[in-house]
């Protein structure tokens, strides 16, 4: 273990790490320049029910729309904020490859998780549309959710749930196109899996919440107990 620390700070000093946000050297032993990883948006405030941030940190309970219409899923735990430096580093990740954001969004989503006291029977990433997979390459929700699943001791399964619609592209949508375009885009292949089962689903950017709700909606018809949202970022 020893060895291992030498030959890495030794890496660091000879090709030091640059970081994924501004370029700049990171710090020894981190993914992120000091910089950076101290103006890290962390979402403290939010609705425990859709994980939509509140304004003031006195804010307590869920948001008038969670209790008007109570969501699929149970909760939603996002880690930061959508915006800067976060946002780009899901942007990078998406359309730039740059899997290593997966991976460093992946670990400290772990490290967040780690202190909750429940944990799920199954990890399962939000799905890609064949067609955007082909043409993308990789689920960056699935590379997001292996180290979790690692960290966590999780099974993760990214078989049983399966997006079938192509759908349109939702930026500029309100929250009730969003919904339309997103109904009945996703089935499951292997009900025994989910049935009984607390299932956690996870993604790389919450929006309006459509398309975890549409995915949740699934695995609670075919029988899932219950269903949990975890996102790097939510809008």
Known sequence: MQLNNWLTNIQDWL???LCPACGDPAEPGHELCLGCEQSLPTLHHACPRCAIPYEHGDTRGECGACQKRPPAFARAIALYR???PVDHFIRALKFRRQLGL????????AQRLLSET??????????????RLRERGYNQALEIARPVAHALGVPLD????VRVRATAPQTGMDRRARQRNMKNSFVVTDAPQVRGRHIALIDDVMTSGSTVEAAARALKRAGAKSVVVW?????
């Open 15 to 17: 090709l030091p790490r």
């Open 102 to 109: 997966a991976h460093l969004l992946g670990e400290q989503m």
């Open 158 to 161: 990214f078989r049983s749930l």
């Open 82 to 84: 959508y915006a800067p």
């Open 231 to 235: 996102v790097a970022a939510r809008a």
């Open 118 to 131: 429940q944990r799920p029977d199954l990890i399962l990433p939000v799905p890609l549309h064949r067609a």
